[in-house]
């Protein structure tokens, strides 16, 4: 595992833990443990988290920045899962199953902060306080709700559609970077790059977006939100 070396925060206390909300909506004594186990850690951008392959050695709250899940195959390809901002949690999964093995690697994409939770005292928690547990079981739910919306979605929507969307959400995120490439765009919405491409410049020729390398700027966010909302695939 690479990541930033540093100290244990020793003013890290409950106050630090509400822009988590797996973590904030706990009891105070679950919230009290926690925040002794918990390290505080600043990474560089561009700087590795996780390692894919590696063994689990803790999970991950973020406080700020943004991070980039993403797999590698055996030539090289990399595959861009998703991107995770303050309050997510980063590595749970690889701790929960048994061969506890990293299973994706991530990546700082700005500089970030986060809390360090090691395996020892992730099993002491899940042992010690259940509504840990529960509130990793609802966590699991929600993303599970949410892939089965985008497994909906890549069936019932046309790329077209799930482009304007995914340029609407952007645009609505206030703590979101713009730089995406077409690459990290085609895996976010279930297609290839050169169909991005493609529609991206038919937007621009419509006028509903602009471009300067990686930025995206709606000029006709109506125009937009109409493409949105077309179902035809």
């Known amino acids: 595992m690479l990541i930033a070396p540093c100290l244990k925060d020793d003013r890290l206390n ?16 679950c919230r009290q443990q926690l925040s002794r186990f918990l390290i505080q850690r600043r990474i560089p951008a561009y700087q590795s988290l996780v390692l894919e392959g590696d ?16 797999r590698t195959n055996q030539d090289g390809k990399v ?3 998703s991107r995770l901002s303050t309050g997510a949690p980063i590595n749970i999964i690889s701790l929960l199953i048994p061969e506890r093995v990293n299973r994706a690697s991530v990546e700082a994409l700005t500089p970030a902060s986060v809390l360090a939770l090691n395996s020892k005292d992730f099993d002491s928690l899940l042992a010690s306080c259940p509504e840990f547990s ?41 703590n979101s970077i713009c730089d995406w490439t077409q690459d990290e765009i085609a895996a976010q919405i279930g297609t290839v790059r050169d169909v991005v491409g493609r529609t991206l410049r038919d937007f621009e020729t419509q006028g509903l977006i602009s471009r300067d390398h990686q930025q995206f ?17």
């Open 14 to 29: 409950i106050s630090d833990l509400t822009q988590i909300p797996l973590i904030s909506a706990l009891p105070l004594e």
């Open 79 to 81: 595959q861009v899962l």
């Open 134 to 174: 529960t509130a990793l079981l609802r966590h699991f739910a929600m993303r599970i709700s949410h892939m089965t919306d985008l497994a909906a979605d890549l069936s019932l929507l046309s790329v077209r559609t799930r482009l304007a969307r995914f340029l609407i959400d952007l645009a609505d995120s206030p």
């Open 55 to 70: 063994p689990a050695e803790a999970c991950f709250f973020i406080q700020s920045g943004t991070f980039r899940v993403l």
């Open 217 to 233: 700027v709606l000029l006709d966010r109506s125009g937009l939100v109409r493409e949105a909302s077309l179902n035809p695939k």
